[in-house]
């Protein structure tokens, strides 16, 4: 994030939507998470629990927000389970109607 550095949560959710797509946008409310984080300072730890929105780097003592965004790899073939079908939303609509306007 270079030196733009949010003071609070809100700033730090609106920085993710520049970031490029595809993405996703994890709706975390409020449960548990198991992940494992990677510091840009080369510490590597464990985090399990409930409401974890900022994680604390136990090395560089560094707080960081846990951001909703997880980056979208497309994959080369259709994958035979564990696949989410997502509903359209008016968003797409929207973006549709630019691309016919456009033709
Ligand atoms: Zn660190």
């Not at 984080?37 to 960081?64: A, I, L, M, Q």
């Not at 846990?66 to 939303?89: N, P």
Request: hydrophobic residues 35%; negative net charge.
């Amino acid at each position: 994030m270079g030196d733009k550095r949010p003071a609070e949560l809100l700033e730090a959710a609106n920085m993710e939507r520049t970031m490029k797509r595809p993405f996703a946008g994890i709706q975390w409310k409020g449960t548990d998470v198991c992940m494992d984080v990677h510091c840009d300072c080369g510490e590597e730890y464990h985090v399990d629990g409930d409401f974890v929105y900022f994680v604390k780097c136990g090395h560089c003592g560094r707080t960081f927000y846990c951001g909703s965004r997880i980056e979208l790899i497309e994959m080369a073939c259709e994958q035979e389970s564990c696949v989410a079908t997502g509903e359209v939303w008016a968003v797409n609509e929207e973006r549709d109607q630019v691309s016919r306007c456009a033709e």
